[in-house]
């Protein structure tokens, strides 16, 4: 007596997912895993599109080998054309009819994808501008990142008077969104006394970093006169 069994079924690919989401290099090595041995399985099957915002445009794969780690397991190394900035999408597309990748049996495998995106660009800071000279204390200040950011807190601040350090004891950063901050600088009476303030954000040795992990790469200050002495008159 025979037996047999008939598979109709072709193999599943995965690709595993690129972490983290975002990244602010290129992507290097990426992994296909199958749900069962094939074959076949070359470079003509992929194919690699990177949209900057206009768009999804094919990149070239020429020069790119697919490794077999095994029967099931195939890894491609993009690190030479995934450096630029944009959303890709790497597919497997098995539109190769020289090299099919079949199973065992001849079924052809499935298409699947991945996607990542390339964010090589890094955040930057601006404090809204302080009405120079004064009177009153600078209240409320403002403080802009071009996108949202993690790792911002007061220690990344200073505040000078006339050249001399003035302590930010007792006063805290509030968070208004990802990319926006406030701090009060009424609180303690901080910036009462005359003098030429500077309000600062230091850059080295902060955590300050964008979802991708950009860092903030330049300081940047805002400064104002404060003057409590009225005029006389001769």
């Known amino acids: 007596q025979d037996f047999w069994t008939r598979d109709e079924i072709g193999a599943i690919g995965n690709f ?4 983290p989401p975002i990244l602010h290099t290129a992507v290097g090595v990426v992994t ?5 041995p094939v074959t076949g399985v070359d470079i003509a099957d992929f194919v690699l599109t990177r949209d900057n915002g206009s768009g999804p445009v094919a990149v070239g794969l020429g020069g ?3 490794q077999s780690v095994d029967s099931t397991q195939y890894t491609l190394d993009l690190n030479l054309k995934t450096g630029a900035a944009g959303d890709y999408v790497l597919q497997l597309v098995d539109t190769d ?11 052809v ?3 699947t994808s991945v996607t ?3 964010n090589i660009t890094a955040p930057t800071a601006s404090f809204t501008a302080i009405a120079t000279p ?4 600078a209240g409320v200040v403002t403080i802009d990142f071009t996108e949202d950011v993690t790792g911002f807190d007061i220690t990344d601040l200073t505040l000078t008077r006339d050249g001399q350090p003035v302590s930010l004891l007792g006063l805290s950063l509030v968070p208004v969104s990802g990319s926006q901050y406030t701090i009060d600088l009424d609180v303690n009476a901080t910036t009462d006394p005359e003098g030429l303030y500077e309000l600062s954000m230091v850059a080295s040795g902060s955590d300050i970093i964008d979802d991708a992990g950009n860092a903030l790469p330049n300081d940047v200050s805002v400064s104002w006169v404060m003057d409590t002495t009225a005029p006389t008159a001769d």
């Open 134 to 137: 004064r009177n009153l204390g």
């Open 32 to 36: 296909l895993n199958f749900d069962e």
């Open 97 to 107: 009819p020289v090299t099919p990748i079949q199973d065992a049996a001849g079924n």
């Open 16 to 19: 595993v997912p690129v972490s």
């Open 109 to 111: 495998a499935a298409q």
């Open 116 to 118: 990542w995106s390339t």
């Open 64 to 66: 790119i080998g697919v």
